[in-house]
């Protein structure tokens, strides 16, 4: 199994830069797929970005493509998600998730998952 460990969330305003990490342990980080979702108040979780194990693929939701970028450091055992051009409807708590299967939306496909990180964004 994997234990997964988020930071880097935070208040930024509107238009501003945040990046978020997820340690994650394990010696086999690369062959997990990585995926990023995050979950606003009274929301049902969404998915965000993901990530291929060696990082040669990508897929983002269509509501931050162009602004987001999902990327990952396996000899650092670390997956990262920038964030650009912030809006206040990217507010959530943001969790990273790992699975053993194809770069995939689907959370059923994600058996492990980080604590998540608040990002809150302000107009």
């Known amino acids: 199994q994997v234990q997964l460990l988020e930071s880097g969330g935070g208040l930024v305003q509107t238009g501003d830069s945040l990046r978020l990490s997820c340690v994650a342990s394990?010696?086999?980080?690369?062959?997990?797929?990585v995926g990023w979702f995050r979950q606003a108040p009274g929301k049902e979780r969404e998915f965000v970005a993901a990530?291929?194990?060696?990082?040669?693929?990508?897929y983002y939701a269509d509501s931050v493509k162009g602004r987001f970028t999902i990327s990952r450091d396996n000899a650092k055992n670390t997956g990262y998600l920038q964030m650009n051009s912030l809006k206040p409807e990217d507010t959530a708590v943001y969790f990273c998730?790992?699975?053993?299967?194809?770069?995939?939306?689907?959370?059923?496909?994600?058996?492990?998952w980080g604590q998540g990180t608040q990002v809150t964004v302000s107009s």
């Open positions: 998730a790992a699975g053993h299967y194809i770069t995939t939306s689907a959370e059923y496909a994600y058996p492990y």
């Open positions: 394990g010696r086999t980080f690369s062959s997990y797929a």
């Open positions: 990530i291929s194990g060696s990082g040669g693929s990508t």
